[in-house]
């Protein structure tokens, strides 16, 4: 164990103020290491009062994104990962892809914020200090090409599977996007390594980012009609709670990933079947400017291969695996967030 991990076990033993001095005996180092490790623990978020005389006190509820409570929560389980948190990062998908020749299978990179946080087709991702959960797992197995979609799919039953289990019902918009209450909380990005000769994904690595709570101020303008968080006011604990259930959840859909066992649940959660949609081809610029020019369709199932079934109303059936879609207004169901009948982008 180290240093600062010992320290951090004296703090939260003692309700009262532990004494440089006193801390340093029992660490078995000098008071300025002391204080060093209590300023390490302070970059990392904990609250810690300082008292001429006194010493050190851990302020609760301790309330800070940590690998060490994750573990903690996860139990038995915790064996199946290496976890690491960063204060901020810049992509934890990026960071975890640059280092995953040298990490195990199950490696989770989680960060307090992103600032080049990334969704899909190039789009960024708002990662805010504080108010989200961001992390990104690396999945060592040899996945086909074809599956690098059902990755993404198997990781939404788990976020769902994983709020589900802190009371909080929630949706798939097909293919990456989790709602709750109308609002989107949480966008999905698979990338992954391809081998050469094999022409497999030798890797995966899934990045998840769930808005836990507002941030001061409320999101940006462009995100207004669409975001939404889990809580207005977050219970203490809540991001390591939920990082627990959801590597524990993701984790079951990835041991049943080869038979997939997940296509049920998936289907079960999507809510865009039997919604009037518009279609958008990949590449289409204009989408959020003019989201009413995209192709009428209807989406009429989820196959097996968790692609969304539509019927044109021009004519025709396709299968879709990397079209954006978005559900069309309906008379007098206007509300943007509702996914029972408005329309979300």
Avoid: H
């Avoid at 859909?253 to 079947?273: H, I, P, Q, T």
């Amino acid at each position: 164990m180290e240093k600062k991990e010992m320290l951090l076990d004296l703090l939260e033993a003692e309700d009262d103020f532990l004494s440089g001095q006193e801390l340093a005996r029992r660490l078995g180092m000098t008071r300025a290491g002391v204080w060093k490790l209590i300023q390490a623990l302070k970059d990392e978020g904990y609250a810690l009062e300082a008292q001429t005389n006194r010493g050190y006190r851990l302020c609760r509820p301790v309330d800070v994104l940590s690998a060490r409570e994750i573990a903690r929560q996860l139990g038995k389980d915790a064996a199946r990962f290496s976890l690491r948190v960063l204060a901020s990062c810049g992509s934890t998908n990026a960071q975890l892809k640059r280092e995953a020749a040298d990490l195990p299978d199950g490696s989770v990179l989680l960060a307090g914020r992103q600032t080049a946080g990334r969704g899909r087709l190039g789009r960024s991702f708002y990662s805010p200090a504080g108010t989200g959960l961001y992390l990104s797992v690396l999945l060592r197995r040899s996945f086909a090409a074809a599956e690098a979609p059902l990755i993404t799919a198997a990781a939404a039953v788990a976020v769902c599977q994983a709020l589900e289990d802190l009371g909080i019902e929630a949706g798939v918009k097909w293919v990456n996007d989790i709602y709750v209450q109308g609002k989107k909380v949480c966008g999905i990005l698979t990338e992954g390594g391809f081998g050469l000769e094999t022409g497999r994904l030798e890797y995966a690595v899934v990045g998840i980012g769930i808005n836990i709570a507002p941030p001061p101020g409320g999101f940006p303008p462009a995100l207004t009609s669409v975001a939404g968080a889990l809580y207005q006011t977050p219970p203490a604990g809540a991001r390591n709670r939920l990082a627990a259930s959801l590597l524990r959840r993701l984790w079951e859909v990835y041991d049943g990933f080869a038979k997939r066992e997940f296509v049920g649940a998936y289907r079960s959660l999507n809510f865009l079947v039997g919604k009037e949609i518009f279609v958008y081809p990949v590449g289409r610029k204009d989408r959020e400017e003019a989201p009413d020019t995209g192709i009428p369709a209807e989406a009429v199932g989820i196959d097996d291969d968790c692609r969304l079934l539509v019927r044109y109303r021009t004519g025709g059936e396709e299968a879709l695996s990397s079209a954006e879609v978005s559900v069309r207004p309906v008379q007098g169901k206007g509300d943007q967030g509702d996914p029972k009948g408005g329309s979300l982008l």
